[in-house]
């Protein structure tokens, strides 16, 4: 397998990843997947700069648009967990007290 083949190869892993993350709700996101996808682009990424490949170009924006999906995803994940997290452990731990108290 040449160096374009795995490159492209790569590419289209890193999209499908891309749209899978896209498609649902940030919270459910496989963020592990985009990071991933993300330490594997810029590997390749890397070594098609320092061979000179003519898609470094795209492996680099590629990589960049993972970044910012992986940000977003990361964003939105923390903020529901700080605040809609305590609100629903709240609510779980007063429906146990009211079951305990009948």
């Known amino acids: 397998m040449g160096n374009n083949e795995r490159f492209v190869e ?11 993350s ?13 990071k991933f996808q993300i330490l ?10 320092y061979t000179c490949e003519i ?3 795209t492996l680099q924006e590629c990589l960049q648009t993972l970044i910012e999906t992986y940000g977003t995803v990361q964003v939105k994940k923390t903020v529901y967990l ?3 997290l305590p609100t629903l452990i709240l609510a779980h731990i ?4 009211k079951i305990i108290n009948l």
């Open 10 to 20: 790569a590419l289209r892993e890193a999209c499908d990843v891309v749209e899978q």
């Open 22 to 34: 896209r498609a649902v709700v940030p919270l459910f996101a496989p963020a592990h997947r985009l």
């Open 40 to 49: 594997k682009m810029n590997a390749l990424t890397r070594e098609a700069e």
């Open 55 to 57: 898609l470094h170009p």
């Open 82 to 84: 700080d605040f809609r």
């Open 94 to 97: 007063s429906i146990i007290f």
